[in-house]
């Protein structure tokens, strides 16, 4: 049985509850990656290797752990697409606790917006060194706002608002307030 790995790419400073942006890029090398009981090698993802996702169930994690969702394609609050350059992605982050938390750590600078994903590989090509991967065939489980990336310079992505109604409640929140503090002057 192959066990699960995960990779790390970087995403912009946040605007909204919305990310979005490229998840895994096609045809760039990693930097140095260590995994348990292997050598230090880099890697690259063929356009391809993760086949159709239409239907799958990928989830959108903070740091890898699956206690921490912030969204999923199952659900409808991520929808991900197949590009020349990579895997796109957009995501409405969940607006509990750990969501309004991530997207406050990458408003502040504290997470520096980078990205990981998590798959099982099933077909693999090694240079005969072994310290250089391609994989060309996985299956996708998992993308995760994490601290560190082993693409972080590789992809671009952004968290933004895309909803009039957020908008709009924006608005009415401001008006409430600024009626209040007419009232009491």
């Known amino acids: 049985m192959t066990s699960l790995e995960r990779r790390t790419i970087a995403i912009e400073k946040p ?5 979005s942006g490229l998840a895994i890029p096609y045809g760039k090398w990693s930097r140095e990656i260590s995994e348990p009981f292997a050598p230090q090698f880099r890697e690259k993802i063929n ?9 799958a169930d990928i989830k959108l994690l903070f740091n ?42 990458i408003a502040r600078g504290d997470l520096s917006g980078e990205m990981s994903f ?18 060309t065939a996985a299956r996708l489980v998992e993308l995760s706002v994490v601290v560190d990336a082993a693409y972080g310079d590789k992809t671009n992505s ?12 924006a608005r009415l929140r401001l008006e409430i307030h600024k009626h209040r503090m007419t009232d009491h002057v």
């Open 64 to 105: 890898h752990d699956v206690g921490a969702l912030l969204a999923r394609t199952r659900s409808g609050t991520m929808q991900l697409t197949d590009t020349t350059a990579g895997l796109r992605f957009t995501a409405d982050i969940a607006d509990t606790s750990i969501g309004r938390d991530v997207r406050e750590l």
């Open 47 to 55: 356009r391809g290797a993760f086949g159709d996702l239409a239907g």
């Open 118 to 135: 998590g798959f099982y590989v099933d077909r693999d090509e090694w240079n005969p060194r072994r310290t250089e991967r391609t994989v």
């Open 15 to 19: 605007f909204g509850r919305t990310l």
């Open 158 to 169: 952004s968290l933004r608002h895309v909803s009039a109604a957020f908008t709009e409640a």
